[in-house]
């Protein structure tokens, strides 16, 4: 590299001309950990340094920046100056942000935003294929009205707290190793993690000093046609309010009810239905009432067999689409088949359904070994647990056959 115009960013983060990006960035790190300002509160000269540090790094870090500098020197660079909120921003894009809080000097960001409140929300299949209004009574913290949200019955009567310097929190950093540093955020005790302090007297008679009370408020909560199963519904900026912070949401979690009948597969509806053998054979015909109250009468094709598991669909009878409502899925229905009960059927019977169904698979002729065996009904569950009981019976038998060779005197010879 060429002999550079002004090397007084590299003396700033303690590098020669000549150093790569990983030193650069390495010889950042290590300086910007050092004068943080959350880690120097109250010194002006390592913010100013970490700015100057932050400053240097922002050139050095980019190849056309850094070749503008070297032939140029701070001069070429001239784009309005540099100023604390850019070291800040710097620094968070280098560690991903939220390392340290904010410092004084920087850009301002806008209240923080406090915390969201979740509800669950049970509603029915019903619910959600018609739509429903639900009104609903919440309860939260909102400013008190008698003092501002001050907390105090006058103004000046607030003082900072002087153990977290008006943070609310308290920063302890700890070195686990060398060059290796450990950071934790405590909740300022004194002031109970509000940055300040109020006298016992000077304390509003309404809210008692904590600057907030209890408030119900009545919400509205539509249930839009074909809303889903974790949907969510928010009331912005309807949650808990504080001093200095904006107000977080509310927000209304969807929960399905189970359906005693219906269950729902995305935007088809699923039912399940039991018919007699001779509906399966010769067609059937039964009635479905509706989640809106309607009843259908549904019909298979004429000469259509229904086999047990088989799947039909009604086309437009599923669920509404959420904001499509017109547009709706398939009502899916799956069959299972009755067939009569043993020994119902005697052998007329039989012959009568052999001159009308297939015929018979042939029997097949017999080897003069075969056995002759019977099927007969079997539970895998049962024969499951049965075998388990078995093997720790075995297992029993096994432990207690041991225990008696181990006490048995040897003899001797």
Do not use: W
């Amino acid at each position: 590299m060429s002999k550079v115009k002004d090397s007084e960013f590299y003396t700033r983060l303690g590098v020669e001309s000549e150093a790569s990006g990983d030193e650069i960035k390495k010889a950042y790190r290590k300086m910007a950990m050092k004068f943080h300002p959350d880690k120097n509160p109250g010194d002006t000269t390592a913010a100013e340094k970490f700015k100057e540090i932050s400053e240097a790094y922002e050139v050095l870090s980019d190849e056309k920046k850094r070749e503008i500098y070297n032939k140029y020197g701070k001069e070429g660079l001239q784009e309005g100056g540099f100023h604390a909120g850019q070291a800040s921003d710097i620094f968070e894009q280098f560690f991903g942000g939220g390392m340290f809080g904010g410092f004084g000097g920087g850009r301002s960001r806008g209240p923080v935003k406090g915390e969201d409140i979740t509800h669950p929300i049970a509603v029915t299949l019903e619910d959600l294929y018609n739509g429903k209004t639900s009104r609903l009574a919440v309860t939260r913290n909102i400013l008190c009205g008698k003092c501002s949200g001050s907390g105090a019955k006058k103004e000046g009567a607030t003082n900072k707290c002087a153990t977290c310097d008006g943070r609310g929190v308290r920063l302890i950093i700890k070195q686990i190793g060398p060059g290796m540093i450990q950071q934790m955020q405590t909740h300022c005790q004194d002031c109970q993690g509000k940055g300040e302090t109020i006298k016992d007297e000077d304390k509003c008679d309404t809210c008692k000093g904590k600057k907030t009370v209890k408030d119900k408020k009545i919400l509205e909560v539509h249930i839009e046609k074909g809303m889903r199963e974790g949907q969510k519904i928010v009331f912005a900026g309807e949650s808990d309010q504080s001093p200095g912070t904006e107000p977080g949401d509310i927000i209304f979690v969807v929960k399905q009810k189970e359906h005693e009948r219906f269950k729902r597969a995305a935007g088809d509806l699923v039912m399940e239905h039991k018919i007699p053998l001779i509906d399966a054979l010769g067609g059937t015909c039964f009635s479905v009432n509706h989640l809106d109250g309607r009843v259908l009468m549904v019909r298979t094709e004429p000469g259509e067999i229904i086999k047990p598991g088989d799947l039909r669909a009604i086309s437009g009878e599923g669920m509404p689409t959420h904001k499509k409502p017109f547009e709706k899925g398939s009502l899916i229905v799956k069959f299972d088949v009755e067939f009569p009960a043993n020994g119902s059927l005697d052998e007329r019977k039989i012959k009568a359904l052999e001159s009308v169904l297939p015929a018979r698979n042939a029997v097949p002729k017999p080897n003069k070994d075969a056995e002759d065996v019977t099927l007969k009904k079997f539970n895998l569950k049962e024969n499951a647990a049965r075998q388990h009981q078995q093997h720790r019976e075995a297992y029993d038998e096994d432990e207690d056959e041991q225990r008696g060779q181990e006490g048995m005197p040897c003899r001797q010879q």
